[in-house]
């Protein structure tokens, strides 16, 4: 691994705080032409672009961002308290909401382990795939407890985020309720989903930002006690 400095680390802090903010331009600009490029994409493309005209190795721009960007990763998760304040919970179908945040939850971890069990993968790869449908604080911290390879737990959240964003405008063309669409990218593709939400609306943002904490609570709390019962 790279040895860790401090410019090394502003250097990769700029470049991806770069690839973010004009993301958002390209984005708009996509948009005249096309709707359904997530955000999360335009920015990596644009990192990689960065990387690659001032000859900064991937490996050193990871290893100096990453220590960064997952510590605050973290507090932006402890943030989404914030819209989750200014939602009106008047009138909320809470019991209806609760049965659909613990089915998905259910769902967001036995699909994906059934199918990693169907095709053979050995067991740290099918505990890896039960991480899959919480944001990477909370399944990096499951991951830990059921002694899920972190690096794998990581990838497959990652992966199933930009999987979910990439395909929500075509599966969303007939829907026309944002709270709907707001509260199954937060279910489906956690944070990164909530981010392209909030590119729909502030509605779907909130609704999206709720999905994402209480899945990511409820998670938490009943897979490691079933998988360490199981195990």
Not at 65 to 76: E, Q, T, W
Not at 152 to 172: D, E, H, K, P, Y
Request: with cysteine; aromatic share 8%; glycine share 6%.
């Amino acid at each position: 691994m790279p040895t860790l400095d401090s410019t090394t680390i502003i250097i990769a802090f700029i470049i991806t705080l770069i690839a973010h903010v004009g993301a958002k331009y390209v984005l708009r600009y996509i948009n005249k032409y096309y709707r359904g490029v997530p955000m999360i994409i335009i920015a990596i493309i644009l990192t990689l672009i960065i990387l690659t005209l001032i000859q900064l190795p991937y490996a050193t721009y990871y290893a100096h961002a990453k220590p960064v960007f997952d510590r605050l990763l973290g507090y932006s998760t402890v943030l989404l308290a914030v819209p989750l304040a200014g939602m009106d919970f008047k009138g909320l179908p809470i019991k209806k909401l609760s049965v659909i945040v613990l089915l998905a939850s259910l769902v967001g971890a036995i699909v994906p382990m059934s199918l990693a069990y169907v095709f053979a993968l050995n067991m740290d790869t099918i505990l890896a795939f039960a991480t899959r449908s919480v944001t990477t604080p909370v399944g990096l911290s499951v991951a830990q407890i059921i002694k899920a390879p972190l690096v794998m737990a990581n990838l497959i959240i990652i992966v199933s985020g930009i999987l979910g964003a990439g395909v929500c405008r075509m599966v969303f063309k007939n829907v026309k309720d944002d709270r709907a669409k707001g509260l199954a990218l937060g279910l489906v593709a956690h944070a990164i989903g909530t981010v392209e939400a909030w590119t729909i609306s502030p509605t779907a943002g909130r609704y999206s930002a709720f999905g994402l904490a209480i899945n990511g609570l409820v998670t938490a709390v009943w897979l490691p006690i079933a998988l360490t019962w199981l195990l």
